[in-house]
């Protein structure tokens, strides 16, 4: 369907951070999380510890490695930060995948101060038990959405990001302690996963399983697809790349039409599509109109240049690193204002945060 071939990972790259250590994998029951566990524990850990918020989810996991002694399951919160400390020191833990967040878009509109309180304070909780624990790498999986976002979800992984920066380069903004960190902070930034949770990919193949028709909301709307093993495997070879506020891209081919990928779908399905061309088609591709916040392309990469790694798929973008002065203040309000149920001042210090946001933001109180 994305009419490439499969990406092939360096073994040496997939080792180098993995073996031997001990790593924790935050939602390691979600799409990414889960398959970063399926390839890490090949990869020979010390330990494998799967956390993850939804007991479902969690439990699907670990039945994959119900003999497996080298791997914890704990069902626990990201953002609860003393939790965060107690594991991270209990398991003398060495490397972190922080997978877990709220990605829907839709969902995190209408949900925006959940969605906040997710994406940017299990960031927060992370980095700062990971400072005080000495955790040789963090990496954040952030998205494509966070680059210029229209949408709450975007612009909370945007955040995400800030924060994840300025733990690498000066923690003092949140934790002034006169501690030397020794923690690299680093994020991986790709797009849409093939076959993930709320991709395109399962909804068109139920709605193709019953008639149609196929849903889109623009025909000119593209994304950039990977497979979910292609996406973790770079992940993990971008984990021992880096060194400390590296922002990681993942070169993920070129842009995919929906409207083509719907209209592929349908053929490897044996059936046609119907239009005014083809009324004897089987199934109809319908647009319905873009959503709020929904771009008709996204991009991975703010105003900068990207270099290559050693890897030839995966590049480090040369970005300026975010300077706040009132970073930790103004996150403190965000926090009070989410935990008050204050929409109005919670979006309004999201967008002082996260500036390239702020357009948005006047027409979406008026929305709400």
Known sequence: MLGRDKISPNKDLLYSSIKNNVVLITGGGGSIGSELCRQIINLEPKKLIIMDLSEEKLYLISQEFINNDNIEVLLGNAVDMNYLDYIFSYYNVDVIFHAASYKHVPIVESNPLQGLKNNVFSTLAVCKAAYFNDIKKVILISTDKAVRPTNVMGASKRLAEIIMQTFAVSPAYFVD????????????????????????????????????????????INRFFMTIPEASELVIQASSLAKGGDVFLLDMGDPVYIFDLAEKMIRLSGLTVKS????????????????????????????????????????????????????????????????????????????ELVPEWKNNYIGYLNKK
């Open 276 to 351: 005014d061309q083809k009324l004897d088609g089987d199934i109809e591709i319908k647009v319905t109109g873009l959503r709020p916040g929904e771009k008709l392309y996204e991009e991975l990469i703010i105003n900068a240049e990207s270099e290559k790694t050693i890897h030839p798929l995966i590049y480090r973008a040369k970005e300026e690193i975010t300077k706040m002065e009132e970073l930790s203040n103004k996150i403190n309000y965000l926090e009070h204002y989410i935990n008050s149920n204050n929409r109005n001042d919670s979006l309004k210090i999201l967008s």
């Open 177 to 220: 302690d006169g501690k030397e960190s020794k923690t690299a902070f680093s994020m991986v930034r790709f797009g849409n996963v093939l076959d993930s949770s709320g991709s395109v990919v399962p909804l068109f193949r139920k709605q193709i399983s019953i008639g149609g028709p196929i849903t889109l909301t623009h025909k000119k």
